[in-house]
Nanobody, 115 residues
Framework: QVQVVESGGGLVQPGGSLRLSCVAS??????MAWYRQAPGKQREMVAS???????FYVDFVKGRFTISRDNAKKTVYLQMNNLKPEDTAVYYC???????????WGQGTLVTVSS
């Protein structure tokens, strides 16, 4: 079983930037994705990246978030720019598997966007 550890969250003002990291216990060569769960809402995918570095973004983060990966470091990143209060959530990474995910969820990293 692969374990993932997310980090990089924090408190940032609207318009600010953060870079999240997700380190896996071993190299994952399949698609990886970032998810988020806002207070009182269901967890949702925000971005994914395939083994060939093809990326996908949901509409509300397009142009603001960038997902990338470094297989040598077993790490997936999420660069978040022009953050908005509605981006406030706990962010997680995992491998999509149909309607669910392949691995156990990590503890996530909290992003709070507030002035």
């Amino acid at each position: 079983q692969v374990q993932v550890v997310e980090s990089g969250g924090g408190l940032v003002q609207p318009g600010g930037s953060l870079r999240l990291s997700c380190v896996a216990s071993r190299t994952i060569f399949t698609t990886m994705a970032w998810y988020r769960q806002a207070p009182g809402k269901q967890r949702e995918m925000v971005a994914s990246i395939t083994s060939s570095d093809s990326t996908f973004y949901v509409d509300f983060v397009k142009g603001r978030f960038t997902i990338s990966r470094d297989n040598a470091k077993k790490t997936v990143y999420l660069q978040m720019n022009n953050l908005k209060p509605e981006d406030t959530a706990v962010y997680y990474c995992n491998t999509p598997s149909g309607p669910t995910v392949r691995y156990a969820w990590g503890q996530g990293t909290l992003v709070t966007v507030s002035s």
